[in-house]
């Protein structure tokens, strides 16, 4: 491809003749074809740490979540449910991406399933070959069958059916290894040729039955011809690199072709460096006897060779035990060789050409060693989202031709693919700035939600979602507590209706009287104290209560029945009770009291309220009472 020779000559052309300064040995290390270039661009981006984190930063990181515009849903949701889950299209485009930035060319094809059919030449039976491998043998690029209908053993005859079914669609990369492009530099028209791959053909040649049932007949011609196979128009999506005006015979550029000089000397230097490492980082000791006096050494008549095997042995032992004392009867001297290593390391010679070669490829380095910050490396990531925009151009155009290649195939309708909006992740003061001129009415709502990465329509209907949810929940919430305090309201009603019946009854009971005294009578409650002899809380002053076994109590009970018969019924009947339980005898009076009293005046007047005929005496006008 290029030239590593130079006939430049200095000054006129006469004199003496320099060498040219663009004459480096990387040079005439520079591939001389096409194949040749693929194959050392392929070599870096797989092995070479620097150049395959950048390719793999410019393959994934223009690919957005991707999605479809259609009037029909259900169109929408059938591109999504098969591209997106099945067919892994965001995976399928990071890998024609890595091809792109490699080779500087991408190829792709949608392949749709096919059946192989087997007939029978003399009678017409035909069966999917998959059903018949017991039927049959491959041989010479040959299907020889045994017809189970009429018994004949002879070549069949092959058909490809084709299915219109998007279950067994593939999409295929193909490697620009094993693709041919005839162009025509007049009109810049394309003729794709395919290669078989090696692994495929020979997968034909021996007769592999997963293969040779699912590849078209026309590979296995091609294996037989040793022929290359011709794309029909339309069939294969080229995508190339753009490069200046001249003789590519129709490929793309590689990214890597710019710094294949400089990546040839930061080789020379790692290795160097590695060398470095393997003989200079470890240091070499020598142990030697040493003496002041060469005439009088003792090294002349010393027997050296058994002082080396003690010194050896006493070194051994050092090694084991730290605290082990050598005893030597000559002087010892050392002598350090190497281990000046890291004086001679090539760290910054290497980083000052890892930024070269970053910045040659598009990439500012501190993306790749991740210290990069948008306010430090605004103008680098704007120039680099610019690079960018027309490689997601490229990608929607080839999502696209999928899509086509798809409705032609399976007769579904069309839809058209779309990449959410491309942004820098920690873009925050621009996103703020946003903010502020939606608040102040100079930004439209939708504007910002495209700038922060959502669809305002498609949040619209989750936040309406959400509200009928909430409602929901909160009209759920206000019938529970409804339902509850209607059932506490209407227990409350029962027991306040039972209670007041109780106590109709009670007044009835106290007005009409009863025929036994029994009638008026009430339980006291369980804690009531039952006082000694002495006055009563509730009776008139100089009332008082007397022993159950007094023998003049009569008085007693008329005095508490007149008391009782000017109370109200709930007290009169309060009073009552509480008598029953402190003085039984006396309760009993005093019941009879009442109900005598009762009878008499209703019998007189039954208008008049219930008061004793006769006013008893005072306590103090009693004879016989002091």
Partial sequence: MYSSRSNLRGGSGVGKQYPSPYLQIAGTKLPMTVREL???CEYLATMDPLISAIIEKHSLYPVTDIFFLSANDNVTKYYKELLLKKKKMREFLVTNNKDLYTYGNSFAEVRFPMIKYLSCPSCGYMDAAKNMRHLYTFRNFNFIMTCPSCGARQPAQVMDKYIKSPEGISLINWSPNFIDIKYNMANHKRIYYLSLPP????????????????VPSAYIQAAKEGKKLRFPEGQLYHRWRPSISRKMDGWGIPLLFPVLTSTYYMQV???AQESIAHHQLNQLWLISPSTSDPAGSPLTTANLKHWQWQMQDD????RGDPNHIILSPLPVQHQAIGGNGRALLLHPELKLLYEIISGALGTPYELIAGTMSYSGSNTSLLMLEQMYASSRVDMLNLIQFIVDQISDGTGQPKAEARF????MAD????????ISLVEKGLLSEKTLAEEIGFDLAEEQDRMEEERTRKTEVQRQEAIGRAHVDGESQYTAAIYQTKAQNEMAQAQQSFQEGADSPTRMEFVPPPSADKPEHGDAASMPPGATYYSENADDDGYEAKRTAAYIRKLEPADAQLELQRLRYRNSKLHSAVLNQINGVRETRNLNNPNQYQTPLVKPPRREDRPGLQ
């Fill in 427 to 434: 873009d925050l003061q621009r996103s703020g700035m946003y």
């Fill in 420 to 423: 959410t909006k491309f942004k």
């Fill in 38 to 40: 693929f194959e050392q």
């Fill in 199 to 214: 692994d495929l053909k020979n997968a034909i040649m021996v007769g592999d039955r997963e293969t040779i049932e699912d």
């Fill in 315 to 318: 070194v051994d032992r050092w």
């Fill in 269 to 271: 230097l790692r290795k």
